[in-house]
């Protein structure tokens, strides 16, 4: 099946620092969806990428769909305690809806 | 607009029952999708259905069964529980409009076997 890897498994920084993770995969994807979860909540939606090589801001949030189809990245700037959480990327197949996860990027600021 | 609602939010159960849990989705919204979240195995796809007919399946037994009312609404039921089905249950609704659309999740159902 395929396989997402997801990179930093987690990180800790300082606030006002810049926060930088990534998605590889196996497989090409249609979509490239990133999410932050908090303790006993559901995952919820930062950022969805459609095209190959797009480049989407959402706030201090920045994500890119890689050319090759088999990449994203998301960037965080000027951290922000509230920014602490798990952060996943998602991969949307071509052929359906179903979406694959990475492992997750667990998020510590500190003030 | 309401957001994807789980009901329960917690459940404990014992080894050998069955459970079923419901999700509304985002009104308009004609697809859901279930996923299993565990500490070991990540987020997990369960199935998909759209228009009440299951579209997409993931690996998991049979005792994982779901279904999808003429409103969207969905539940999904696990038979014979195990100790190792706990877990966070999530639901995600999804317009569909075609296969590449926003995926947007409730807060779950945490699931404790016992």
């Known amino acids: 099946g395929q396989q997402l890897n997801q990179s930093p498994q987690s990180m800790f920084i300082q606030e006002g620092e810049d926060v930088s993770m990534n998605c590889t995969s196996s497989?090409?994807?249609?979509?490239w969806l990133w999410y932050k979860q908090e303790p006993g909540e559901g995952p919820v939606l930062l950022i969805a990428l459609y095209k190959a090589g797009e480049l989407t801001s959402n706030g201090r949030l920045t994500a890119q769909f890689g050319i090759t189809r088999k990449d994203s990245f998301l960037n965080i700037s000027a951290s922000i305690p509230s920014d602490v959480g798990i952060y996943f990327c998602a991969g949307q197949e071509t052929s359906g809806s179903r979406l694959t996860f990475g492992e997750g990027t667990q998020l510590t600021v500190n003030p | 607009k309401a957001g994807v609602t789980q009901t329960p939010r917690y459940l404990i159960k014992t080894r050998g029952q069955q459970v079923t849990l419901s999700c509304s989705p985002i009104s308009g919204h004609r697809s859901v999708s279930w996923y299993q979240q565990t500490p070991g195995q990540g987020l997990q796809f369960l199935f998909e259905?759209?228009?009440?007919?299951?579209?997409n399946k993931g690996n998991f037994p049979g005792r994982f069964s779901g279904r999808q009312f003429s409103n969207s609404r969905s539940e999904m039921n696990v038979s014979t529980l195990e100790l190792g089905d706990s877990a966070l249950y999530l639901c995600?609704?999804?317009?569909?409009?075609?296969?590449?659309?926003?995926?947007?999740f409730g807060q779950g159902t945490r699931l404790t076997v016992v």
């Open positions: 995600a609704s999804s317009p569909a409009q075609d296969r590449g659309t926003e995926a947007f």
């Open positions: 497989s090409i994807f249609n979509t």
């Open positions: 259905y759209f228009s009440e007919t299951q579209r």
